[in-house]
């Protein structure tokens, strides 16, 4: 049987969520179908050991109810994945979402029907949906993958991935635990069972610049605080560069004495989070000499933290500061004096195979009883791509992104009526605090079908030509950004198939520029997109 909708949403993350509340705003019959067990997202999917924000908790939450706000309290400025979880599900419940959501419900295929323009989806345990609009949340980071290495099904140990952790706890007393990867889910993870393991080896591919977090508990006055200025934090969001509280000096780095500038480093650095790339100098994304003085100046942190010298050296990134996302520490690299703690540079000494009792490299076997695979995912396209999504003429989405993801302002494809997506490529969600872009992204979708229903028209797509246009734009706006000498991290696709490397996936001119566009588009009548 084939249920019938106004809207269909796939994914009940942040983004799915809320878009589901404002379908219902809209007075439409919606359903959400989600691949998970239970409604999260990345905080259902990513419960490994140590897994929290890397945004301040308070300007992180959803912004669209001040009764929300008021009745939810983070207890940490950072808070971690349990807490995540439970504040969607304390959303969801709030706002009576759950009835409308579909979980253990994972989308296989997703069918244009022109005669009667309705899309049709069919999941992989065989339910089935039509609507007028499909909306997807699925999410920057969510098609996770493991290494192409040789015989990772051979292993006979516990393997383990960061983004489908188990649900009950893992005990690794005594345990020989080896761990691929470096990025952001790897450090949260290794410094927070290092003091659990009996050996924990660390297989580093990338070092990566690491900041402090400095979390510590939000105190009784500090949340009354938050709670009054909810709505000033928001608005700083909304007019930073990438949707956080940090707000950069005005002033270009080399115009500040040198005792100044990296006076202003330490404070940055003292202050945490994303503090010290976001707040930097104005310069600090097109500026070599500024990003290699403050590499120096974290490399130096490193040296301070980590006792072996040699070791240190390993740590220390190679690449420039600034054009990746900074991981969050705590204790990462005091990890790494441990005495049951190894360090393996896959660069000196790469992993040629994965044999049944550990990990081989060019240097030996590294006998393991568990491996925790921290290798990432196929960023920005990989869940849409997983789907089989065929509009127009039975095209599918893999056929019009063969060489390449093109859109238009990172929501909509050519030959694909109704079907938005809601962090596709092409937008700055992945430098984004995503739900300031999530909002900002919902409601400019919800808008765009509010106004197809006032005035009559059933469809909407973008033009060739526009989607042409923003896919130039995109690539134009890397230009002159340190960021764009940086073709192998997964912002050019680096972690995709081989058609979409090398392609620039977001869209660098910022949030407030962003939603600038988005407002003159809908300005003109939503110019660039046909309406029928």
Sequence with gaps: MTQEYDAIVIGAGVSGLYTLYKLRELGLSARVFEAGTNIGGTWYWNR????????????????????????????????????????LHFVADKFDLKRDIE????????????????????????????????????????????????????????????????????????????????????????????PECGELTVFQRTANWCTPLRNRPITVEEQRKL????????????????????????????????????????????????ALWLGNYSDSFMSQEAADEVADFLANKIRERVTDPAVA???????????????????????????????????????TKITGSGIETANGLHELDVIIYATGFHSVTGELLRMDIRGQNGRSLQEHWSDGPRTNLGVQFSGFPNLWAIMGPHN????????????????????????????????????????????RRCYESAKGMLINDMQDSWFFGSTNPKNVRGRFLLFAGGVPLYRQIFADVAARGYEGFELR
């Design 313 to 351: 050296e390993k740590l220390i990134p190679k690449h420039t500061f600034g054009t990746k996302r900074c991981p969050g520490e705590k204790n990462y690299y005091e990890a790494f004096n441990r005495d049951n703690v190894r360090l393996i540079d896959l660069r000196e000494a790469p992993i």
């Design 103 to 194: 979980c253990n419900a994972r989308v296989a295929t997703v069918i244009y029907d022109e005669a009667n323009k309705q899309w049709e989806i069919e999941t992989h345990n065989g339910l089935r949906a039509r609507a007028r609009y499909v909306i997807c949340a699925t999410g920057l980071l969510s098609a996770h993958q493991f290494p192409e290495y040789e015989g990772v099904e051979d292993f006979t140990g516990l393997s383990l991935h960061s983004a489908r952790w188990p649900k009950e706890p893992v005990d690794f007393r005594g345990k020989r635990v080896g761990i691929i990867g470096t990025g952001p889910t790897g450090v949260q993870i290794i410094q927070s069972i290092a």
């Design 227 to 274: 709670k009054q200025q909810a709505r000033e934090i928001f608005a700083l969001c909304k007019r930073t560069w990438a949707g956080f509280i940090h707000e950069p000096d005005p002033r270009a780095a080399m115009d500040v004495p040198k005792e100044q500038r990296l006076a202003r480093y330490q404070e940055l650095y003292e202050r945490g989070g994303f």
């Design 428 to 471: 700055p969600a992945v430098f984004c605090n995503i739900t300031r872009c999530a909002e900002t992204n919902v409601e400019w979708i919800i808008d765009c079908i509010r106004y197809m229903r006032e005035h009559g028209f059933e469809t909407m797509t973008t033009t060739v030509e526009a989607e042409d246009a923003w896919t």
């Design 48 to 87: 490994y050991p140590g897994a929290r924000f890397d945004s301040e908790s308070y300007s992180y939450q959803y912004s669209f109810s001040q009764a929300l706000i008021d009745e939810w309290e983070w207890s940490e400025h950072f808070s971690g994945q349990p807490e995540v979880e439970r504040y």
